[in-house]
């Protein structure tokens, strides 16, 4: 797929969410009721959320366009990757994204699932015989948290979480000049992290949230930082973009059979549907 192609699949996905979310902005309220118009009569309380102790589930689907720095190898054969999202939008396709999030109570369980397939035609080889090496990566990354909101205003959420970071990365190498077929291996390793999610109400519209985590494990290190600004267009609808940055540093022990030390960070677009 041209990065022409995605451009135009990314503005029919949002356009599709706003079909969705804008009935229920024309609808309006559904049970209006003729007030009681006795002086004395008691006015309806509304159930706060400290009150509410249902289940609600939140389905978020996404597009993610990151750019890819750093350095990664397999065997031996280390090379440094520097590609912008524009770059990389050209000769990858992107998989499935999309985070679940379910909360009775104070208790949140959100989980996120990333597949993505990277490439970069023409690396920078840290051996000096050799003039380059074609990169293509396949990431999955699925992370399972657990946690206990601490403020639950109208204004201010905040949650503290905690989980696990699963990733499957698979990496071909492709030499100049040649070497054999190249070098395909991949590796599965789980990280423990922990972290904090905040939500901000800037209108009855504009919802600001900040989220990141850190730990490790598997990896040395493993964290990510994610900033979105989302617009309300209906009452279970809400449309959200910003930026997303994730760091790892993976690797074997000597000798250095798999290493992959990079950060992925760019623009992220989806949809918020509340289901309950």
């Known amino acids: 797929m041209h990065s022409s192609d995605k451009i135009w699949f990314t503005a029919a996905v949002l356009t599709l969410a706003l079909l969705v979310c804008l009935p229920a902005v024309a609808q309006g309220p559904s049970d209006l009721t003729v007030q009681d118009q006795t002086p004395n009569a008691p006015a309806p309380q509304s159930a706060g959320p400290a009150d509410d102790d249902g289940w609600h589930f939140a389905i978020s689907p996404y597009l993610w366009f990151p750019g890819m720095s750093g350095t990664t190898g397999a065997l031996g054969h280390n090379v440094a990757v520097h590609a912008s999202p524009g770059q990389i939008l050209s000769h990858f396709h992107i998989g499935l994204m999309g985070n679940v999030e379910a909360r009775k109570g104070h208790f949140v369980m959100p989980i996120d699932f990333i597949w993505v397939k990277l490439q970069a035609d023409r690396g920078l080889p840290e051996e000096q ?21 601490i403020v639950d205003h109208e204004k201010v959420k905040i949650d503290s979480l905690v989980g696990l970071r699963y990733w499957h990365l698979g990496q071909s190498l492709n030499f100049q000049p040649q070497i054999f077929n190249g070098v395909s ?19 009855p519209k504009a919802v600001m949230t900040v989220a990141g985590d850190a730990g490790g494990g598997g990896a040395a290190v493993d964290y990510q930082v994610v900033g979105l600004l989302g617009y309300r267009v209906g009452k279970k609808c809400i449309l959200q973009a910003g930026y997303r940055y994730l760091d790892v540093n993976y690797s074997t022990n000597p000798p250095a059979l798999f290493l992959f030390d990079a950060h992925m960070s760019g623009a992220l677009m989806g949809v918020t549907f509340n289901l309950k």
């Open 185 to 203: 291996t991949s590796q599965n390793w789980v990280d423990g992290v922990a972290g904090m999610k905040f939500e901000f109400a800037l209108s």
């Open 129 to 149: 015989d050799l003039s380059s090496i074609q990169l293509k990566v396949t990431e999955t990354i699925f992370t399972p948290k657990v946690g206990y909101r």
